[in-house]
C-alpha cells in the first residue's frame, strides 16, 4: 500500500487540503493500508510531515471518527478501528473449530491423506448439506453496475438459497420502501468506509462493512503499462483525488508521468488528450467516451478481500443461520420473496 507523505498532498490543485488528507486515510483505512488497530500519528506531526495546519488533520481525524475508521483514545490519540474488536470475530464460533481442524488434518495425514484431498472431501459433504435457513441480504453499492458484479463475486460464500438485493447508497437515502426492505433483512452488506453512513440511514439494520482490495485484473493491467505513458488518472468523487496518483503508482511504479483530476473538472477534457493512457475511478465510466479510439483506458476496480470475507463474512452468516434455525423450530419456515434489484 502507497505511504502517505508529504508528496501526498498536491496543493496546486483545486480541491482543499483537507479534502485530500481526508480521501487518503479513509482509502488507507478501507482498503488494506493502515492495519486495523495501529495508532495514527498525532495531528501536530501528520501536520508537520505534510505541511499543512493542525487544525486541518484534527478535523480529518474527526471526520474518520465519524464514519467508524477510527477511534479517539484519550492521551493516547487516533487508532485504526480493529475488525477484531469491531465485529467480534474471536468470540464467533467458528473460532472454536480451529483446534478440530487441526485434529482433522492430523488425522488425515497419519492416513496419508493429503490437505488437497481433504478439502476436496470436505467441499463434497458441504454440497450434501443444503442449509435449513436461506438469509435476506442487502448489499449497498456507490454506483449499480460495479455492484452487480461485487455481487457475483460474494455469492460463492452465499448458500443456494439467500436472497441478495442490491440497492445504490442513493436510492437508500430518498427511498423509504428501501430503508424498510433494509431494515427488514437478516444482514445489510456495503463497503467498510460506507459503514456508519449507511447505519445511519437504517439504524435498526445488522449492516456490516466489508474491506476491498484493487482487483487482479487492476493490478495485472497497470504493471503491464509501458514505462513511458503518460496516465491520465480520474476519479468520480473530488474527495478521492489526491488518492489516484498514489494508487496508480503502487502497481505501476515503473510510470512516472501520472496526471489527476476528477469527472467534474474543467480540465478534464486537456488531460485526457494530453495523455496515452486513460485510468478510471468506478463510476467514472463515462471518461472512456472521451479517449480516443486505440489509447488504453480502464477502470480501477476493486474487489471483495478474500481474508476478509473468509475471516469476517462468512462466520457471521454462519451466526445468523443458526439464530434464523433456532427460531424456526417452533414452526415452518416461510417463503422468502424473490426480489429484484433496485435502481437508483
Not at 68 to 81: D, I, P, Q, Y
Not at 257 to 277: F, H, K
Not at 304 to 321: I, Q
Request: charged share 20%; with cysteine; glycine share 8%.
Amino acid at each position: 500500500m502507497f505511504s502517505i507523505d508529504a508528496n501526498s498532498i498536491d496543493k496546486s490543485l483545486p480541491v482543499p487540503v483537507g479534502t485530500q488528507l481526508y480521501g487518503l486515510l479513509s482509502y488507507a483505512l478501507s482498503f488494506g493500508g493502515i492495519a486495523h488497530g495501529t495508532r495514527l500519528q498525532s495531528v501536530r506531526q501528520l501536520a508537520a510531515e505534510l505541511g499543512i495546519a493542525p487544525m486541518t488533520v484534527a478535523q480529518v481525524y474527526q471526520r474518520l471518527r465519524d464514519a467508524g475508521l477510527v477511534e479517539m483514545k484519550h492521551g493516547l490519540g487516533a487508532f485504526a478501528v480493529s475488525d477484531m474488536k469491531k465485529h467480534g470475530v474471536d468470540n464467533l464460533p467458528v473460532s472454536s473449530l480451529r483446534a478440530d481442524i487441526e485434529v482433522l488434518i492430523g488425522k488425515a495425514e497419519k492416513l496419508g491423506i493429503s490437505t488437497l484431498t481433504l478439502n476436496s472431501m470436505i467441499n463434497a459433504q458441504s454440497l450434501l448439506r443444503r442449509p435449513k435457513a436461506g438469509l435476506k441480504i442487502v448489499f449497498v453499492a456507490i454506483f449499480e453496475g460495479p455492484g452487480r458484479d461485487y455481487v457475483a463475486q460474494l455469492k460463492p460464500v452465499l448458500a443456494t438459497n439467500d436472497q441478495v438485493q442490491l440497492v445504490t447508497l442513493d436510492s437508500l437515502r430518498v427511498t423509504e420502501e428501501l430503508r424498510r426492505i433494509s431494515t427488514e433483512a437478516d444482514i445489510v452488506l456495503t463497503f467498510l468506509h460506507r459503514e456508519a453512513e449507511v447505519q445511519a440511514l437504517i439504524p435498526e439494520a445488522r449492516v456490516l462493512g466489508l474491506r476491498f482490495i484493487p482487483s487482479v485484473r487492476t493490478r495485472q493491467a497497470l504493471a503491464g503499462l509501458d514505462p513511458r505513458t503518460r496516465i491520465a488518472a480520474v476519479t468520480y468523487f473530488e474527495e478521492y483525488i489526491a488518492i489516484m496518483r498514489p494508487s496508480v503508482r503502487e502497481f505501476a511504479p515503473h510510470v512516472s508521468d501520472i496526471r489527476v483530476t476528477w469527472l467534474s473538472s474543467p480540465d478534464l477534457g486537456e488531460v485526457i488528450a494530453q495523455c496515452d493512457a486513460v485510468i478510471f475511478a468506478s463510476g467514472a465510466d463515462h471518461v472512456a467516451d472521451l479517449v480516443q479510439p486505440g489509447v488504453p483506458c480502464f477502470e480501477y476496480r476493486h474487489a471483495p478481500d478474500p481474508g476478509a470475507l473468509e475471516g469476517v463474512l462468512v462466520p457471521h452468516l454462519a451466526d445468523l443461520r443458526r439464530s434464523k434455525i433456532a427460531g424456526n423450530e417452533t414452526g415452518p419456515e416461510s417463503d422468502i420473496p424473490e426480489r429484484g434489484v433496485a435502481e437508483g
